[in-house]
């Protein structure tokens, strides 16, 4: 039996759950955990947390308090790393307005970080996975390319420009694009992760009962990636995307096959993909770049639902 007091439950596929508490005032719940993305323990834990933010943001919602949740291999690890991962995941959710009210720790062989983060939202102005109407344009606001640069730093292919920039963005909340699509309106969002930006957008239309045409050349990404993918870095999850996608993808002919990676490429900490009116879009982008969200792009268009989800060409 349905609980008339759950907004947005497990069913959805949506980034968090909504929980309503009074006719103003629900609850946003969501929890996330990831493995290492950098060595450096205190960025890790900035990024974890980021990650694990991102999903309130992308309902549109306000973070308000969270919990640690740490696997930890005390035999292999310094607890050092274990506190400095706690600071960055601290200042950063502390950089959100938000505060952590504590978590647990488990023994683990494999080091392993997130948050489970409540926020709040009216229950009459959230953002969902389902809401996009043909018509809509699209826009995204982090650039594509993190699970490939990521497999590059491990290698020791990436330089320490290329990994500041990588980490920075991992590191910046969503919390200016998803207020932003709030008071701009938005229809629908989600935050693109670990399906990538297939995957997601896929979810999105399917969601929506709407069809996406997205232009290849317009999706902000980081361009080493290419080279990267060439010379053979590529995630495991990135084939799995590439398979759950088969069927509901369509790319143009002259997008090469190592273009066409980048589209199943796994995110961490992602940007938000985010479907408004065209007037309102175009506001939205600009607005967010003059507020320091300076990849944000009208990336592609909703239209009449059909075959294929999501159709990428070059424009």
């Not at 629900?26 to 323990?41: G, N, S």
């Not at 080091?111 to 109407?133: E, I, M, Q």
């Not at 309102?280 to 967010?288: G, P």
Request: contains cysteine; hydrophobic residues 45%.
């Amino acid at each position: 039996m349905h609980d008339p007091r759950i907004l947005v439950g497990a069913e959805t596929g949506d980034d968090a759950g909504v929980f309503a508490l009074h006719d103003g005032l629900a609850l946003v719940q969501t929890v996330d955990v990831i493995t290492p993305v950098v060595d450096d323990p205190y960025q890790f834990g900035q990024v974890a947390a980021s990650n694990a933010l991102s999903d309130i943001y992308a309902m549109g919602a306000v973070p308000l308090t969270a919990l640690n949740l740490a696997a930890f291999p005390r035999d292999d690890v310094p607890l050092g790393a274990l506190r400095a991962i706690l600071q960055g995941a601290h200042d950063k959710v502390r950089e959100a307005g938000a505060v952590i009210l504590g978590g647990h720790t488990l023994n683990d062989p494999e080091l392993k970080f997130g948050l489970s983060v409540t926020g709040t939202c009216d229950p009459r102005a959230y953002l969902s996975n389902s809401g996009a109407r043909p018509g809509d344009l699209l826009v995204l606001t982090k650039p594509i390319g993190t699970g490939i640069l990521i497999g590059a730093y491990r290698r020791g292919w990436l330089d320490e420009d290329s990994t500041h920039l990588l980490v920075r963005n991992m590191a910046a909340l969503n919390d200016i694009a998803g207020r932003t699509a709030v008071s701009r309106g938005a229809r629908a969002a989600t935050d693109i992760t670990g399906f990538g930006l297939a995957g997601h957008a896929c979810e999105l239309a399917s969601r929506s009962a709407v069809a996406i045409r997205m232009w290849f050349e317009a999706i902000p990404m980081y361009h080493a990636a290419l080279s990267f993918i060439e010379r053979g870095t590529e995630t495991i999850i990135t084939s799995e995307n590439q398979r759950h996608v088969a069927g509901s993808i369509r790319v143009a002919g002259d997008i090469s096959a190592t273009e066409e990676m980048l589209l199943y490429d796994p995110q961490t900490s992602g940007g938000l993909l985010v479907s408004l009116a065209p007037d309102e879009a175009r506001v939205y982008v600009e607005e967010l770049q003059s507020a320091g969200v300076e990849d944000a792009a009208i990336v592609g268009e909703v239209v009449e639902a059909g075959e294929p989800y999501l159709d990428v060409t070059r424009s």
